[in-house]
């Protein structure tokens, strides 16, 4: 089993930050998949109460429950604070979503012993691992 699909198999919680209400948006559908493969999705975004029925969390560090991966749907230069509230709430990966990259957030991310995936979509790589679920 290599490291992405351990991830994927023993991680429970992902906070979506980013994740916008509107089907159209690719934050939507992609947490709705996960949401879909079993996953508690945590939307992070100061402008939503509620997507795919789960309460909205204004920042990382809001949020009551113990968060596995941080999946990221922000500009690049929008990373660093994110990671840094990442390493706070002691997440265990950092994924930041196909065309985000931010290699001084991922330098600090990985100093603090997480798992940092950049430029690469998690439904895409969950169906690549984990396609018998």
Known sequence: MNSMEKIFR??????????????VRPSYS??????????KIIPVNPNEKVVLGEKAYPDLVSIPD???VVDIFRRSEDIP???DQAIQIKAVVIWMQEGIVNQ???RKATEAGMIVFMDKCIYKEHCKCIPNL
């Open 10 to 23: 023993e991680s429970k919680v992902i906070a979506v930050v980013g994740l916008s209400s509107n089907p």
């Open 30 to 39: 992609v947490a709705r998949y996960m949401q879909s493969q079993g996953y």
């Open 66 to 68: 113990k968060v596995d």
């Open 81 to 83: 604070p994110i990671v």
């Open 104 to 106: 001084e957030a991922a």
